[in-house]
């Protein structure tokens, strides 16, 4: 599993995923979906950020999920994080959530 490792206070990395399924190793066409990042502290239910894919069509119909965080996403202590990756199907409003959480470490900046 990827680790992402974020300095406290940034806004210009970016969080590329490719949504596939496990079964098959088929990519999701969520090109007709909106596609979360929820983000919190481990241990904690408390969501600190909520973040929408900004993927292309073309990207989203390739399973590709394009996340960018704002200028105080990242204002938080350092420490380790995890998110989930939250899918919902336009028109059906269903909602599939991906099993695997994604683990991030933030430290202070300089």
Do not use: C, H
Not at 3 to 10: A, F
Not at 13 to 38: C, F, H, M, N, Y
Not at 69 to 81: E, H, P, Q, R
Not at 90 to 97: K, R, S
């Amino acid at each position: 599993m990827t680790i992402y490792y974020l300095v406290k206070g940034d806004d210009a990395p970016q969080i590329k995923i490719t949504l596939t399924r496990d079964e098959t190793g088929a990519v999701i066409d969520v090109s007709a979906a909106t596609v979360l990042l929820k983000f919190r502290k481990k241990g904690s239910a408390t969501v600190l950020s909520t973040l929408t894919s900004e993927a292309t069509s073309e990207q989203a119909a390739l399973g590709i999920a394009l996340f960018s965080w704002s200028s105080t996403d990242l204002d938080i202590s350092a420490g380790n994080y995890e998110a989930e990756i939250q899918i919902t199907y336009n028109g059906t409003g269903v909602v599939e959530t991906v099993y695997e959480l994604i683990d991030f470490v933030v430290r202070e900046d300089f």
